[in-house]
């Protein structure tokens, strides 16, 4: 995640690059950035310069691959511009799941970790991959939102959606979610 911490990293500017780069100029811009920021070249802001390392081998293992970049690109335009702290709030999440269904409330359990994981992670207090944290914005955006495919007054099946797409982000995101617990059990 970048320094503000509540928007969506843009790779292609941190490489310098167009989004439309090939993978050769992607490569060259990673290698570039590589150098200038490694944490032996920047002693005086070594930690900076590790953190800085990290986003740039996350940036370029994500560009390099055509499935994930598409699937970066996607998520990019969605995420540009926006702050997710301005859509996902303590509100929003508990009215959503104090309306659930109640034979829904235990799988809507793991929702309440997946925000704290999202929440913690947007205000600095734990590092998640950016590609993640979009997954769970977006995710959580869903659930939160009246757009929805089934509308949720809907009984039970109003919320199979929402609960879908949830699980599904759960399910990516299984060793994540256990680091998290484990960090927060700590």
């Not at 390099?64 to 699937?71: A, G, I, L, S, Y």
């Not at 799988?107 to 944290?133: H, M």
């Not at 995710?139 to 109003?158: K, N, Q, S």
């Amino acid at each position: 995640m970048n320094s503000t911490s509540d928007t969506f990293t843009n790779y292609y500017k941190l490489l310098g690059i167009d989004a439309k780069a090939d993978r050769q100029t992607i490569k060259q811009a990673y290698l570039a950035k590589i150098k200038e920021w490694h944490p032996d070249k920047n002693p005086n802001r070594a930690e900076e310069a590790e953190e800085k390392t990290k986003v740039l081998n996350q940036a370029y293992h994500i560009l390099r691959d055509p499935e994930q970049r598409k699937n970066y690109d996607r998520m990019l335009r969605y995420t540009e511009g926006k702050d997710f702290n301005a859509y996902i709030n303590d509100e929003a999440i508990r009215k959503k799941l104090d309306k659930a269904y109640p034979a829904l409330k235990t799988a809507l359990k793991n929702v309440r970790v997946l925000y704290a994981l999202f929440k913690d992670t947007v205000n600095g207090k734990y590092k998640l991959p950016p590609a993640s944290v979009a997954m769970i914005g977006g995710g959580l955006l869903y659930f939160i939102l009246p757009a929805d495919l089934i509308p949720d007054f809907i009984p039970v099946v109003g919320y199979l959606d929402d609960l879908a797409v949830l699980t599904t982000i759960i399910n990516s995101l299984k060793k994540e979610i256990s680091e998290y617990n484990f960090w927060m059990d700590k």
